[in-house]
């Protein structure tokens, strides 16, 4: 199991942009698949990006173009790179990895 701790979220206009971090406890490198969900107010938890072992990368239709999840492995933490953020992308974002959840970051995107 690992801990997961995500940062980097808050209130942005619409166009700007935001990037997540997720530090994980112990070593990332032996972790095959992580991932970025979200949630927004009243509605079920959402794939957002996902990225493997050896950089092979994911993303929901909704922010192709968009969004770009990193890994380095070096420092044990995933990243999101959130660009023309729109209103629909406000919600909460968790990061995950190794059957484990953080306890997630808020994102909001409001003028």
């Known amino acids: 199991q690992v801990q997961l701790v995500e940062s980097g979220g808050g209130l942005v206009q619409p166009g700007g942009s935001l990037r997540l971090s997720c530090a994980a406890s112990?070593?990332?490198?032996?972790?095959?698949?992580m991932g970025w969900y979200r949630q927004a107010p009243g509605k079920q938890r959402e794939l957002v990006a996902t990225?493997?072992?050896?950089?092979?990368?994911n993303y929901a239709d909704s922010v192709k173009g968009r969004f770009t999840i990193s890994r380095d492995d070096a420092k044990s933490t995933m990243y999101l790179q959130m660009n023309s953020l729109k209103p629909e992308d406000t919600g909460v974002y968790f990061c995950?990895?190794?059957?484990?959840w953080g306890q997630g970051t808020q994102v909001t995107v409001s003028s």
């Open positions: 995950y990895a190794y059957a484990s």
């Open positions: 112990r070593s990332i490198s032996g972790i095959y698949f």
């Open positions: 990225i493997t072992q050896g950089g092979s990368t």
